[in-house]
């Protein structure tokens, strides 16, 4: 039986993966700083948490993260633990340069010293590109432009550096905008679902408050990510990856399209700063802008390629942002 070590497994993505590699007949690891208090809900979800062995895991702790490899000698370790808060990156890019970008380095020096044979996936993400425009491929000049993006660019190099030079195999996924139903919830298409939903169920009256919604992402659907990882390494070469759908939509379509679907059609009224949406039968204002939720840099707009990825590992997604809202809406409407 080939064991999996996964850090980050109460995550989105690490509960997603864990599910499919369960199902592939993995004895699954799961790195956590504490594992006698885990948060588990993802993982009761999919129900595999009695599947799961949890081990001290703590990325700002190289003795923890040595122990680790050299006792389990994972066949693949994925790793998916990391501060993903952009935003707050600018109110403290040290911490997240060592919990993003030096804890990688730990894990890749580890493997070398202690499980070589390991196989290696770090989660990178499209913010190392935040300052490129037009079609972004795996060999576009990395221009990021946030203390977040800066350190996944630093990790997504010593992948590479590592694999090159040491012959560890290790895989960058570069990863665009995934959601799914499994989203924590101060994130913006989770805090959509869960107010659209309460909005449906008459629980709540309020005003939603956002920032720049003008901006456009790549969505795609966490769980046919996580299939895309898998197949990344189950190839016989280590190679770099974009993760995307190669379609973009603005957070103002995303957030039409979710009121659309509880019989609200929103209008739009203003522009910038002074931009609202309003239910057009009533004109009731639900939307509203607040400069606080504004990033100091936004990312520029660019739409990522997966032809690689669909060359390489035929993998290629099926889910647009409009089934990936339903899933979400419905998800939220079922727990009220």
């Not at 600018?90 to 070589?116: A, Y």
Request: glycine share 6%; charged share 25%.
């Amino acid at each position: 039986m080939k064991k999996a070590f996964i850090s980050g497994i109460t995550g989105q993505d690490g509960a997603w993966l864990a599910s499919l590699l369960i199902h592939n007949g993995y004895k699954i690891y799961g790195g956590v700083r504490n594992p006698s208090k885990v948060e588990t809900w993802r993982l009761d979800y999919l129900n595999i948490l009695k599947k799961i062995e949890f081990v001290y895991f703590d990325l700002n702790n190289l003795t923890s993260i040595e122990e680790s490899i050299k006792n389990i000698q994972p066949d693949e370790f994925y790793n998916f633990a990391a501060i993903s808060a952009v935003s707050e990156s600018f109110d403290n890019p040290i911490l997240i340069m060592q919990n993003v970008g030096l804890s990688v380095t730990k894990i890749l020096h580890s493997i070398l010293l202690h499980s070589k044979e390991t196989k290696f996936f770090q989660a990178g993400s499209a913010e190392i590109f935040a300052n490129q425009t037009g079609n972004i491929y795996e060999d576009s000049c990395p221009k990021p432009n946030s203390p977040y993006g800066v350190s996944k660019n630093y990790a997504h190099e010593m992948v590479k550096m590592y694999r090159e030079v040491y012959g560890i195999f290790a895989v960058n996924g570069i990863f665009f905008s995934h959601e799914s139903e499994l989203r924590g919830e101060n994130f913006f298409t989770k805090k959509i679902a869960i107010h659209v939903s309460k909005i449906k169920k008459n629980k709540l009256k309020s005003i939603l408050e956002v920032g720049n919604i003008e901006s456009k992402r790549d969505f795609g659907y966490a769980k046919e990510y996580m299939t895309a990882v898998i197949l990344s390494m189950s190839r016989n070469e280590a190679d770099d990856y974009i993760i995307c759908t190669g379609k973009k939509n603005s957070l103002k379509d995303y957030i039409k399209y979710s009121y659309s679907l509880i019989d609200i059609e929103l209008i739009w009224e203003g522009v910038s700063e002074n931009l609202i949406g309003l239910n057009n039968k009533n004109n009731e204002i639900l939307i509203q802008i607040n400069k606080k939720f504004y990033r100091p840099s936004e990312l520029n707009d660019f739409t990522g390629s997966n032809e690689k990825a669909e060359k390489k590992i035929n993998w290629s997604p099926k889910l647009d942002f409009k089934k990936i809202s339903e899933i979400m809406l419905n998800f939220e409407l079922n727990k009220l």
